[in-house]
């Protein structure tokens, strides 16, 4: 039984792989997924040790020819000071076009949980990111954005781009 409906809206279910008509001809569409991805749907994985057993698992760009933009971010990111081992914490912000792979998210999560196990710099680490996600998927741009916590009243913020055509100049 149908909960109530007390907007106002009638709702009809729409099926979650919508058929179209093309030239008559009935079409189905279904998300393929070329690669193998292990983390999602997987509610037993454990969360990597280090970055170096961490992978960044990628599927198919459903939308190849379209340049556009998609952005992930946490606030939730850390990782720990290598001179003084306490914890370091920061927002990332991760902007890329997506070449033929997208970032699968559950395995993003996985690998930047992975630098609460790690001794780096702040800007080692936004640095590492982008290294590493340019590997996995081969952005035709990617823009990371590390925004660190204060720490005796000096804030640190790292921003990193692929391919590096801007030549580092800040940005106002």
């Known amino acids: 039984?149908?909960?109530?409906?007390?907007?106002?809206?009638?709702?009809?279910?729409?099926?979650?792989?919508?058929?179209?008509?093309?030239?008559?001809?009935?079409?189905?569409?279904?998300?393929?997924?070329?690669s193998e991805l292990n983390l999602l749907g997987n509610s037993t994985a454990e969360l990597p040790q280090s970055r170096q057993n961490a992978v960044i698992e990628t599927f198919p760009n459903p939308s190849l020819g379209r340049n556009y933009w998609i952005r992930l971010s946490?606030?939730?990111f850390t990782s720990n000071c290598p001179e003084t081992?306490?914890?370091?914490?920061?927002k990332l912000t991760i902007r890329y076009i997506p070449d033929e792979?997208?970032?699968?998210?559950?395995?993003?999560?996985?690998?930047?949980?992975?630098?609460?196990?790690?001794?780096c710099f702040n800007e080692t680490a936004v640095n590492w990111i982008t290294?590493?996600?340019?590997?996995a998927c081969a952005p035709k741009e990617l823009i990371?954005?590390?925004?660190?916590?204060?720490?005796?009243?000096?804030?640190?913020?790292?921003?990193?781009?692929?391919?590096?055509?801007?030549?580092n100049k800040p940005q106002p």
């Open 85 to 90: 081992g306490q914890p370091d914490f920061g």
């Open 131 to 135: 290294d590493d996600l340019v590997k």
């Open 144 to 167: 990371v954005q590390g925004s660190f916590a204060s720490r005796g009243g000096i804030a640190v913020q790292v921003e990193t781009h692929y391919p590096d055509d801007r030549q």
């Open 74 to 76: 946490t606030r939730e």
């Open 1 to 34: 039984m149908d909960p109530p409906n007390y907007s106002g809206v009638s709702c009809e279910q729409v099926p979650i792989f919508p058929r179209w008509r093309l030239g008559g001809k009935s079409l189905k569409f279904r998300p393929t997924m070329d």
């Open 101 to 119: 792979k997208c970032v699968e998210t559950k395995s993003l999560k996985f690998y930047l949980n992975a630098y609460r196990h790690e001794s």
